[in-house]
């Protein structure tokens, strides 16, 4: 996985221009939030494989019984 830029230390931070800071901002930003899209998706699809596995068990139980 790609991971977000680092923030650079204040010395190099201050000789950006606003511009180059508001970019490294956005690419943090933009980073930050496809890790908590990914997070979240991976933990819809656990749930759903969970559900998915509890039905199954059910229904197998079912015709045994």
Sequence with gaps: MLSAP????FEQ???MSEAE???L???IEM???RKRTLAR???GLACAAAAAAG?????YAH???
């Design 6 to 9: 680092a923030f650079p230390p």
């Design 31 to 33: 980073a930050q939030r």
């Design 55 to 59: 039905i199954a068990a059910a229904l």
């Design 13 to 15: 931070w201050q000789a």
């Design 63 to 65: 015709l045994l019984g």
């Design 41 to 43: 998706l991976l933990a």
């Design 25 to 27: 901002i956005s690419r």
């Design 21 to 23: 800071q508001d970019a």
